[in-house]
């Protein structure tokens, strides 16, 4: 089963605004990725984070890698309608396999 | 297009048939990773093979499920006598060795009435 927890499960934005969710673990991981994936399709890399207390930035989004190794974080800065789709985070311990969570999904508030 | 190409996309079965999924990946990329996904959850790792070599499965997979990559290039997946609970979406992803990027394909959505 899943090690991650994801939080928010779900949520809603409004074009402009700065979105931010993050993920948990019982297990301390070397490597954390985010990845979002559109309906239908496979996840899309879109930071990855090697080392405790790293900062790294890709355009409008920036992740944290937690000190305690157990956590990250995601930020979405001044969201645009094409945002939305469902972000995962992924924990890699060794070199090969990727645990994620179960995803938060984003929606756009009508 | 070079990224990593899945085939087919879409496959409706009858329960207790067998079926076979192929992955491509990017060329260059000497390890292969199969994942399953269910709805609302994250991808699940199944197995993965470094060239040809079939290193590790998860208890995931079952006996009924097969995974090979006979030339170190494309792979494929059997899953022989589906069941109802086999049905996912089935991903696979691929990297170089000791690269922490895996690069997924768009998955094959597996439908088992």
């Known amino acids: 089963g899943q090690q991650l927890n994801q939080s928010p499960q779900s949520m809603f934005i409004q074009e402009g605004e700065d979105v931010s969710m993050n993920c948990t673990s019982s297990?301390?991981?070397?490597?954390w990725l985010w990845y979002k994936q559109d309906p239908g399709e496979g996840p899309v890399l879109l930071i990855a984070?090697?080392?405790?207390?790293e900062l790294t930035s890709n355009g409008r989004l920036t992740a944290q890698f937690g000190i305690t190794r157990k956590d990250s974080f995601l930020n979405i800065s001044a969201s645009i309608p094409s945002d939305v789709g469902i972000y995962f985070c992924a924990g890699q311990l060794g070199d090969y396999k990727l645990s994620f969570g179960a995803g938060t999904t984003v929606t756009v508030r009508a | 297009d070079t990224g990593v190409s899945q085939d087919p996309r879409h496959k409706i079965t009858k329960r207790g048939q067998n079926v076979t999924f192929r992955c491509d990946p990017i060329?260059?990329?000497?390890?292969l990773y199969w994942y399953r996904q269910t709805l609302g959850q994250g991808p699940e790792f199944l197995t993965y093979?470094?060239?040809?070599?079939?290193?590790?499965k998860s208890r995931l997979l079952s006996d009924r499920f097969s995974a090979e990559r006979p030339k170190g290039s494309f792979s494929t997946l059997e899953i022989q006598r589906t069941e109802q609970g086999d049905s996912a979406m089935y991903l696979c992803a691929s990297s170089l060795v000791g690269g922490n990027w895996q690069f997924f394909g768009p998955g094959t959505r597996l439908t088992v009435l």
């Open positions: 984070l090697y080392k405790a207390g």
């Open positions: 093979f470094q060239n040809e070599a079939q290193l590790e």
């Open positions: 060329s260059e990329h000497n390890r």
């Open positions: 297990s301390i991981f070397n490597t």
